[in-house]
């Protein structure tokens, strides 16, 4: 069936540095691939999505790249802060309906 | 604040017992959406309206649990004699339409402990 994963499930990153959280996913029909934020108690957050006919996408401190040969989506954020520190879940769509999540990768910012 | 709201916030019911819980979107969105997220996962997709139409329905969706959303505006889901394994963070999400894009505003959650 349709399934959206992620390579690691948590991820360290000292303050300043540049993190990268990867994302494997299965379906090829799907039209977007997006990345949500999500905080202790919180909803997901939107961050940036990019639909399947670009292979980057850049948004503020992020970067969303998209390998549609080998189904590989990842996110970069550039400069990681302490703000940053949250689960990050990949997810693909097709025509903004039915949106498909992966487990999620915990991102822990070190000062 | 004009993000989505849930309400409530927590509910602990005993199993057996019916829920209902409730999601105002963002004004003006046509699209709701209802997940479910257990802990250490991503959310689960289980339905979504356009306007007061139910378009689709996820097989995780069993025969317990109905949705409405009956002027196009605030959705309840309700959930009929509750199981353990029902316990789960409840999601609602909005959109604004066709042409939005993939991004969905998700609200707080409702917290679903079955005991």
């Known amino acids: 069936g349709e399934s959206v994963g992620l390579h690691l499930p948590t991820l360290s990153v000292q303050e300043g540095d540049n993190s990268i959280i990867n994302c494997a996913y299965s379906?090829?029909?799907?039209?977007?691939f997006i990345w949500y934020k999500q905080e202790s108690g919180k909803g997901p957050q939107f961050i940036i999505d990019i639909r399947s006919n670009m292979d980057k996408r850049q948004g503020q401190r992020v970067t969303v790249l998209l390998n549609k040969t080998v189904k590989h989506l990842s996110l970069q954020i550039a400069a990681t802060q302490p703000g940053d520190s949250a689960v990050y879940f990949c997810a693909e769509s097709s025509g903004g309906f039915k949106t498909i999540f992966g487990a999620g990768t915990r991102l822990f910012v070190k000062a | 604040d004009t993000g989505v709201s849930q309400d409530p916030r927590h509910k602990i019911t005993k199993r057996g017992q019916n829920v209902t819980f409730r999601c105002d979107p963002i004004?003006?969105?046509?699209?709701l959406y209802w997940y479910r997220q257990t802990l250490g996962q991503g959310p689960e997709f289980l339905t979504y309206?356009?306007?007061?139409?139910?378009?689709?329905k996820s097989r995780l969706l069993s025969d317990r649990f109905s949705a409405e959303r009956p002027k196009g505006s605030f959705s309840t889901l309700e959930i009929q004699r509750t199981e353990q394994g029902d316990s789960a963070m409840y999601l609602c999400?909005?959109?604004?339409?066709?042409?939005?894009?993939?991004?969905?505003?998700f609200g707080p959650g409702t917290r679903l402990t079955v005991t």
């Open positions: 379906n090829s029909a799907s039209d977007y």
């Open positions: 999400a909005s959109s604004p339409g066709p042409s939005s894009g993939s991004e969905q505003y």
């Open positions: 309206f356009q306007n007061e139409a139910q378009l689709e």
């Open positions: 004004s003006e969105h046509n699209r």
